[in-house]
């Protein structure tokens, strides 16, 4: 089982990236996925959660308005669509996907990818 992230990169205050979660080894669309991010010196920080319909869907405050979860079960793939870049959203970024919602927010268990650095600069 493999969750590969990519899409991350450098860009401006203001700009966008758009992150990518592909799963490998699981059915994607029986599980619950969610971002994480994680900047130097500070601990693990959910940012977004999408239940496998995303019916469900949860931001962190700090990024409702700006940052998007989807999903394309077929493509066994996520999304992360990030606007509206800020100077406290630089970190690297971890896709996780678990059976469980409650879980999946937690980021308690589950399968992870090894994620992609974002940053943001002018």
């Known amino acids: 089982v493999q969750l590969v992230e990519s899409g991350g990169g450098l860009v401006q205050p203001g700009g966008f990236l758009r992150l990518f979660c592909t799963a490998l080894g699981i059915v994607f669309g029986t599980h619950n996925l969610a971002w994480f991010r994680q900047a130097p010196g500070r601990e693990r920080e959910f940012v977004a959660a999408?239940?496998?319909?995303?019916?469900?869907?949860d931001y962190a405050d700090s990024v409702k308005g700006r940052f998007t979860i989807s999903r394309n079960n077929g493509k066994e793939t996520g999304y992360l669509q990030m606007n509206n870049l800020k100077s406290e959203d630089p970190a690297v970024y971890f896709c996780t996907a678990h059976p469980s919602y409650p879980n999946v927010k937690s980021g308690s268990g589950g399968y992870w990818g090894q994620g992609t650095q974002v940053t943001v600069s002018s």
């Open positions: 999408a239940s496998p319909s995303s019916y469900l869907t």
